[in-house]
Protein backbone atom coordinates (compact mmCIF):
# COMPACT_ATOMS: atom_id res chain seq x y z
CA UNK A 1 0.00 0.00 0.00
CA UNK A 2 1.19 3.78 -0.66
CA UNK A 3 2.89 5.04 1.46
CA UNK A 4 1.34 8.35 1.24
CA UNK A 5 -1.95 7.24 2.46
CA UNK A 6 -2.95 6.74 5.97
CA UNK A 7 -3.59 3.23 7.08
CA UNK A 8 -6.66 2.34 8.50
CA UNK A 9 -5.77 -1.27 9.15
CA UNK A 10 -3.03 -2.94 11.13
CA UNK A 11 -1.43 -6.04 9.49
CA UNK A 12 1.06 -7.61 11.74
CA UNK A 13 2.23 -11.25 12.21
CA UNK A 14 4.77 -13.15 14.43
CA UNK A 15 7.16 -14.15 11.83
CA UNK A 16 7.69 -13.83 7.83
CA UNK A 17 6.99 -17.32 7.73
CA UNK A 18 3.28 -16.55 8.30
CA UNK A 19 3.11 -14.25 5.47
CA UNK A 20 2.48 -17.41 2.94
CA UNK A 21 -1.15 -17.88 4.95
CA UNK A 22 -1.26 -13.19 6.47
CA UNK A 23 -1.07 -12.17 2.54
CA UNK A 24 -4.71 -13.75 1.81
CA UNK A 25 -5.80 -10.86 4.19
CA UNK A 26 -3.74 -7.94 2.13
CA UNK A 27 -5.22 -9.14 -0.78
CA UNK A 28 -8.07 -8.76 0.08
CA UNK A 29 -7.82 -5.60 1.73
CA UNK A 30 -6.47 -4.15 -1.69
CA UNK A 31 -9.32 -5.60 -3.42
CA UNK A 32 -10.96 -3.27 -1.14
CA UNK A 33 -8.78 -0.39 -1.12
CA UNK A 34 -8.72 0.01 1.85
CA UNK A 35 -5.10 1.30 3.43
CA UNK A 36 -3.38 -1.28 5.70
CA UNK A 37 0.50 -1.22 6.58
CA UNK A 38 1.90 -5.32 7.73
CA UNK A 39 4.67 -5.76 9.36
CA UNK A 40 6.00 -8.51 11.48
CA UNK A 41 5.42 -7.69 15.58
CA UNK A 42 6.91 -11.32 17.33
CA UNK A 43 5.16 -11.17 20.96
CA UNK A 44 8.14 -13.41 22.47
CA UNK A 45 10.99 -12.32 20.20
CA UNK A 46 9.78 -8.66 19.90
CA UNK A 47 8.02 -7.59 23.05
CA UNK A 48 9.05 -4.09 22.97
CA UNK A 49 7.94 -3.36 20.11
CA UNK A 50 4.34 -5.14 20.46
CA UNK A 51 3.53 -3.23 23.25
CA UNK A 52 4.91 -0.02 21.52
CA UNK A 53 2.64 -0.87 18.70
CA UNK A 54 -0.20 -1.61 20.99
CA UNK A 55 0.05 1.91 22.97
CA UNK A 56 0.11 4.39 19.36
CA UNK A 57 -2.59 2.05 17.28
CA UNK A 58 -5.24 4.35 17.93
CA UNK A 59 -3.59 7.60 17.40
CA UNK A 60 -2.03 6.28 14.30
CA UNK A 61 -5.30 5.46 12.60
CA UNK A 62 -5.70 1.95 13.71
CA UNK A 63 -9.27 1.20 13.56
CA UNK A 64 -8.56 -2.64 13.31
CA UNK A 65 -5.70 -5.18 13.89
CA UNK A 66 -5.42 -8.41 12.20
CA UNK A 67 -3.08 -10.35 13.83
CA UNK A 68 -1.64 -13.56 12.57
CA UNK A 69 0.73 -15.91 14.50
CA UNK A 70 1.26 -19.87 14.89
CA UNK A 71 2.00 -22.45 17.57
CA UNK A 72 1.86 -20.72 20.95
CA UNK A 73 0.15 -17.68 19.14
CA UNK A 74 0.35 -14.78 21.86
CA UNK A 75 0.43 -12.28 19.93
CA UNK A 76 -3.68 -11.35 19.26
CA UNK A 77 -4.58 -11.98 22.35
CA UNK A 78 -1.17 -9.67 23.61
CA UNK A 79 -2.60 -6.93 21.30
CA UNK A 80 -6.05 -6.87 22.45
CA UNK A 81 -4.66 -6.67 25.65
CA UNK A 82 -2.69 -3.37 24.93
CA UNK A 83 -5.27 -1.63 22.55
CA UNK A 84 -8.70 -0.60 22.49
CA UNK A 85 -8.60 -1.34 18.61
CA UNK A 86 -10.79 -4.84 17.47
CA UNK A 87 -8.22 -7.44 16.70
CA UNK A 88 -9.33 -10.31 14.36
CA UNK A 89 -7.05 -13.53 15.07
CA UNK A 90 -5.44 -15.75 12.57
CA UNK A 91 -4.33 -18.66 13.70
CA UNK A 92 -1.70 -19.58 11.15
CA UNK A 93 -1.05 -23.57 10.59
CA UNK A 94 1.70 -24.82 12.76
CA UNK A 95 4.52 -27.77 11.63
CA UNK A 96 3.59 -29.89 14.12
CA UNK A 97 -0.03 -29.23 15.34
CA UNK A 98 -1.13 -28.04 11.93
CA UNK A 99 -2.55 -24.56 13.38
CA UNK A 100 -4.83 -27.12 16.15
CA UNK A 101 -2.36 -25.20 18.53
CA UNK A 102 -2.47 -21.57 17.50
CA UNK A 103 -6.14 -22.03 16.98
CA UNK A 104 -6.70 -22.83 20.77
CA UNK A 105 -4.06 -20.43 21.81
CA UNK A 106 -5.93 -17.59 20.27
CA UNK A 107 -9.44 -18.61 20.24
CA UNK A 108 -9.66 -19.51 24.47
CA UNK A 109 -9.01 -15.74 25.63
CA UNK A 110 -10.06 -15.34 29.35
CA UNK A 111 -13.70 -13.19 29.77
CA UNK A 112 -12.90 -9.38 29.31
CA UNK A 113 -10.18 -9.27 26.69
CA UNK A 114 -11.94 -10.37 23.30
CA UNK A 115 -10.23 -12.19 20.14
CA UNK A 116 -12.41 -12.13 17.00
CA UNK A 117 -10.79 -15.16 15.95
CA UNK A 118 -10.75 -16.86 12.12
CA UNK A 119 -10.14 -20.18 10.86
CA UNK A 120 -7.08 -22.28 10.55
CA UNK A 121 -4.76 -20.78 7.23
CA UNK A 122 -5.83 -18.76 4.60
CA UNK A 123 -9.60 -18.64 4.66
CA UNK A 124 -9.33 -17.06 8.02
CA UNK A 125 -7.01 -14.51 6.45
CA UNK A 126 -9.30 -13.80 3.67
CA UNK A 127 -12.32 -13.97 6.42
CA UNK A 128 -10.25 -11.54 8.80
CA UNK A 129 -9.82 -8.64 6.11
CA UNK A 130 -13.25 -9.27 5.09
CA UNK A 131 -14.60 -8.87 8.33
CA UNK A 132 -12.73 -5.86 9.30
CA UNK A 133 -13.66 -4.37 5.79
CA UNK A 134 -17.39 -4.95 6.79
CA UNK A 135 -16.81 -2.93 10.18
CA UNK A 136 -15.14 -0.29 8.78
CA UNK A 137 -18.31 -0.40 6.14
CA UNK A 138 -20.51 0.22 8.66
CA UNK A 139 -19.45 4.28 8.47
CA UNK A 140 -18.42 3.92 5.05
CA UNK A 141 -21.19 3.85 1.96
CA UNK A 142 -18.43 3.33 -0.42
CA UNK A 143 -16.84 0.80 0.85
CA UNK A 144 -20.12 -0.94 2.37
CA UNK A 145 -21.23 -0.66 -1.94
CA UNK A 146 -17.88 -2.54 -2.57
CA UNK A 147 -18.73 -5.50 -0.09
CA UNK A 148 -22.27 -5.91 -1.72
CA UNK A 149 -21.01 -5.92 -5.09
CA UNK A 150 -18.61 -8.50 -3.35
CA UNK A 151 -20.84 -10.97 -2.48
CA UNK A 152 -23.79 -10.28 -4.85
CA UNK A 153 -20.21 -11.88 -7.57
CA UNK A 154 -19.67 -14.07 -5.10
CA UNK A 155 -23.74 -15.14 -4.86
CA UNK A 156 -23.80 -15.22 -8.92
CA UNK A 157 -20.76 -17.50 -9.27
CA UNK A 158 -22.24 -20.15 -6.90
CA UNK A 159 -25.12 -20.02 -8.92
CA UNK A 160 -23.79 -20.69 -12.10
CA UNK A 161 -21.81 -23.63 -10.49
CA UNK A 162 -22.58 -26.81 -12.43
CA UNK A 163 -21.63 -30.49 -11.68
CA UNK A 164 -20.80 -33.08 -13.92
CA UNK A 165 -23.19 -35.89 -14.76
CA UNK A 166 -23.17 -38.83 -12.23
CA UNK A 167 -20.94 -42.07 -13.07
C1 LIG B 1 5.33 -17.77 15.74
O1 LIG B 1 6.16 -18.85 15.58
C2 LIG B 1 5.12 -17.20 14.38
O2 LIG B 1 3.87 -16.58 14.32
C3 LIG B 1 5.24 -18.37 13.47
O3 LIG B 1 3.98 -18.86 13.07
C4 LIG B 1 5.94 -19.41 14.32
C5 LIG B 1 7.23 -19.89 13.73
O4 LIG B 1 8.08 -18.78 13.48
P1 LIG B 1 9.44 -18.99 12.71
O5 LIG B 1 10.28 -19.92 13.51
O6 LIG B 1 9.09 -19.56 11.34
O7 LIG B 1 10.04 -17.60 12.58
O8 LIG B 1 5.89 -16.82 16.57
Redesign the pocket.
Known sequence: MSDNIKPVVGVI??????WEVMQHATRMLEEFGVPYQAQVI????MPHDMVAYGARAYNDGIRAIIA????A?H?PGMMAALTEVPVFGVP?P?RYLKGED?LLSIVQMPKGVPVATFAIGEAGAANAALHAIATLAMTNPQLREKLLAFREKQTAAARAMTLPPSA
Open positions: MGSSSDSAHRGAGGALVSS
